[in-house]
């Protein structure tokens, strides 16, 4: 569940299919009086994606993640998806590895800030990112998070 200042209320079902047979995921905004406003399914239909296991709004901003989303054949390594507005076409937030990192479990939009923080709790500790930094202009990580600190990316 995410809260914006407008009170309205994005709420997900990761677990929820387009049909009975596919489990890829909606998230739902509600405005105050508790209206449907917008049903967003994940953009890959992806049975088993997770999309909207983490929420995060601002405004009419929102980062929705979708940690059990495949990549490049390799199981459960998420995104986060980034959309300006609800009817806004995603941009897909991605670190570059495609380990298994469960990319998406947390997502954060700080007030006054174009930062966007998406959390990856599953990579290894040989590899021991805990997330990225990414710019709401160019989907492309800005930094990437570390256990006991940061590293900026160079972009």
């Known amino acids: 569940v995410a809260i914006n ?23 739902l905004r509600f405005n105050a009086s508790g209206e449907l406003l917008h049903r967003q399914f994940s953009p890959v239909l992806e049975s088993g994606a997770l999309f909207g296991i983490s929420l ?5 901003e929102t980062v929705i993640g979708a940690s059990g989303l495949d990549r490049d054949s390799q199981p459960n390594s998420g995104v986060g998806y980034y959309f300006a507005d609800p009817l ?10 495609t380990a298994l ?3 998406g479990r947390s997502a954060a939009l700080a007030p006054g800030r174009s930062d966007i923080l998406v959390g990856a709790p599953g990579l290894f500790r040989a590899n021991p990112q805990e997330g990225g930094i ?4 160019a989907p492309l990580p800005i930094g990437t998070l570390f256990r006991d600190g940061f590293e900026a990316s160079g972009r």
């Open 5 to 27: 200042d407008s009170a309205e209320i994005l709420v997900s079902a990761p677990f929820q299919g387009v049909d009975e047979l596919s489990a890829v995921g909606v998230v």
């Open 56 to 60: 995060a709004m601002r405004g009419g």
């Open 88 to 97: 806004a076409p995603a941009q897909t937030l991605e670190l570059p590895t």
């Open 101 to 103: 990192a469960a990319m």
């Open 134 to 137: 990414f710019s709401i202009a």
